[in-house]
């Protein structure tokens, strides 16, 4: 299967550290997105990478893309209090859908 | 607020039971899905819906039954469910379908007794 696996599970941090979520793929991609879920709601579209790109930016998220390892890793600097939630990558081949990871449950502490 | 909304946003029914959850989405897209999130398993797709056609059904049961009457509303109809159907059921949409980033909505936790 192609499913993305995010790594670590859980994550625990104080506020205004860094954090970094890891996720594995197994097939050829078009794109990678990630994505945030706050417990019990929807997910919320945070930043997508095309196959082309190694590195994008958005705010305090920093998004890498290596297809020869088959893996992305998300990076939230300075993190908050609000940054808790759970982190999934999604990965998308072009066959009608997404693929989505088991996700990061992060947690950041005042 | 992402545009698309759901309701209800809890349901409580029986196994017996006939329900329908509503999605709307007031983005303009054109691909709607409907996904499935139990606790620890992975997000899990259940059906998309490309310029109102169904385009994926991911061997669904048949005791859910989706309906598209147009690009901006998307159903599923629920009838004699089991209890391991209780989840949180996410609505999405999106452009273009699969290809760019998707929009949900907040869900419906949905709980058979």
């Known amino acids: 299967s192609q499913q993305g696996e995010e790594d670590p599970q859980a994550l625990s941090i104080q506020e205004g550290e860094n954090a970094t979520m890891n996720c594995s793929y197994k097939t050829s991609i078009n794109n990678l997105q990630w994505y945030r879920q706050n417990s019990g709601r929807g997910l919320v579209h945070l930043i997508l990478i095309r196959s082309n790109e190694r590195e994008k930016h958005s705010g305090r998220l920093r998004v890498t893309l290596d297809t020869s390892k088959k893996s992305s890793s998300l990076l939230i600097t300075a993190s908050r209090a609000a940054d808790t939630a759970s982190y999934f990558c999604?990965?998308?081949?072009?066959?009608?859908?997404?693929?989505f990871g088991t996700g990061t449950r992060l947690l950041v502490s005042p | 607020e992402t545009g698309v909304t759901q309701t209800p946003r809890h349901l409580v029914m029986g196994m017996t039971n006939k329900k329908s959850l509503k999605c709307e989405q007031h983005?303009?897209?054109?691909?709607m899905y409907w996904y499935k999130q139990s606790a620890k398993k992975p997000l899990e797709l259940m059906f998309v819906y490309n310029f109102k056609e169904q385009t994926e059904n991911n061997s669904v049961p048949s005791r859910f039954s989706p309906e598209c009457p147009n690009s901006s509303h998307l159903f599923l109809h629920l009838h004699t469910l089991q209890p391991e159907d209780s989840a949180l059921y996410l609505c999405a949409s999106s452009q273009v379908v699969a290809l760019e980033e998707q929009y949900f909505g907040p869900g419906t936790r949905l709980t058979v007794t």
């Open positions: 999604a990965t998308s081949t072009g066959f009608q859908k997404l693929v």
């Open positions: 983005l303009g897209h054109n691909a």
